[in-house]
């Protein structure tokens, strides 16, 4: 399984962009993908992670209401639109992949296969 993450770049504060994770070489159609990022001196971060199964999705407290995950089936990919950006927001991003069929998921802090080359996301004016 591989992971293509891209999408980042720099954005001014309250601006928006869009990540994508394309997955390719899955075999089953049952799958987790987790959106992780890691400022700087900090410790990586859960941001959000979608079932493939049901669509179920969940979202850090620090980006409900700004963020949103979603899954293209057609084209194999997961997205994060990220709004209203922050300073704060700034890391590198990365997607995960866990293959396994999960449902109702409720945390995404789940034991992921594989793991995609990080995005650089900078909120800055």
């Known amino acids: 399984v591989q992971l293509q993450a891209s999408g980042g770049g720099l954005v001014r504060p309250g601006g928006s962009l869009r990540l994508s994770c394309a997955v390719s070489?899955?075999?089953?159609?049952?799958?987790?993908i987790g959106w992780f990022r890691q400022a700087p001196g900090k410790e990586r971060e859960g941001v959000s992670c979608?079932?493939?199964?049901?669509?179920?999705?969940v979202y850090a407290d620090s980006v409900k209401g700004r963020f949103i995950i979603y899954k293209d089936n057609a084209k194999d990919t997961v997205y994060l639109q990220m709004n209203a950006l922050k300073p704060e927001d700034t890391a590198v991003y990365y997607c995960?992949?866990?293959?396994?069929?999960?449902?109702?998921?409720?945390?995404?802090?789940?034991?992921?296969?594989?793991w995609g080359q990080g995005t650089l996301v900078t909120v800055s004016s």
């Open positions: 995960a992949a866990e293959i396994y069929q999960r449902i109702q998921i409720g945390t995404c802090n789940l034991p992921y296969d594989y």
């Open positions: 070489g899955a075999t089953s159609d049952d799958y987790i």
């Open positions: 979608i079932s493939s199964s049901d669509n179920s999705k």
